[in-house]
T-cell receptor, first 117, second 114 residues
Framework: GAGVSQSPSNKVTEKGKDVELRCDPI?????LYWYRQRLGQGLEFLIY????????KSGLPSDRFSAERTGESVSTLTIQRTQQEDSAVYLC???????????????FGPGTRLTVL | AQKVTQVQTEISVVEKEDVTLDCVYE???????LFWYKQPPSGELVFLIR??????QNEISGRYSWNFQKSTSSFNFTITASQVVDSAVYFC???????????FGTGTRLKVLA
């Protein structure tokens, strides 16, 4: 597709359940980012993937959060044993991955709104 | 350390007024990149502009203009003759050369009233 896509767009779950959020980056983009945005707040970095390098997981808030990426394609963010505090919009972004290049720019997907009851 | 500050949490203007959104950044790197993103009520962040630290020329795109001043570490965004459709949250971001991390400000919510 032309842009970053995310699914589902909305997810309502019960406390304690596991959820999986999916991100399809722009074709050819080797870098992929996940962010969390709580209501009325800014973007909180979660995790970064670059090609086949080890991901930067420094932003994951707890061990209930994990993410995977297959090669340079789809990524899945998994939240286990969800808590109400996990309610937020989860945004995915991708970029060419040329970290030193002036042209590297993140493009965002529409996000997944997660509500934990 | 890198930091991006958007001191204006929320701004309200009446349609057709001009409005400036402030962005101040901190970095020790001499080469870096600055960005503005728009987040309309639909939620998707839309890329607006990228500026390189070695290019201080200001830019105009239609009703949008950006004023980059290294001397004051600022990268301000002006909307001329604002419209209701400009209502959104606007984020300023910084990326140092050689790194992949984008540092985002906390955003400025702009409300344009008809």
């Amino acid at each position: 597709g032309a842009g970053v896509s995310q699914s589902p767009s909305n997810k309502v779950t019960e406390k304690g359940k596991d959820v999986e959020l999916r991100c399809d980056p722009i074709s050819g983009h080797t870098a992929l980012y996940w962010y969390r945005q709580r209501l009325g707040q800014g973007l909180e970095f979660l995790i970064y993937f670059q090609g086949n390098s080890a991901p930067d997981k420094s932003g994951l808030p707890s061990d209930r959060f994990s993410a995977e990426r297959t090669g340079e394609s789809v990524s899945t963010l998994t939240i286990q044993r969800t808590q109400q505090e996990d309610s937020a919009v989860y945004l995915c972004a991708s970029s060419l991955g040329l970290a030193g290049a002036p042209t590297d720019t993140q493009y965002f997907g529409p996000g997944t709104r997660l509500t934990v009851l | 350390a890198q930091k991006v500050t958007q001191v204006q949490t929320e701004i309200s203007v009446v349609e057709k007024e001009d409005v400036t959104l402030d962005c101040v950044y901190e970095t020790r790197d001499t080469t870096y990149y600055l960005f503005w993103y728009k987040q309309p009520p639909s939620g998707e962040l839309v890329f607006l502009i990228r500026r390189n630290s070695f290019d201080e020329q200001n830019e105009i795109s239609g009703r949008y203009s950006w004023n980059f001043q290294k001397s004051t570490s600022s990268f301000n965004f002006t909307i001329t003759a604002s419209q209701v459709v400009d209502s959104a949250v606007y984020f300023c971001a910084l990326r140092d050369s050689g790194t992949y991390k984008y540092i985002f400000g906390t955003g400025t919510r702009l409300k344009v009233l008809a």
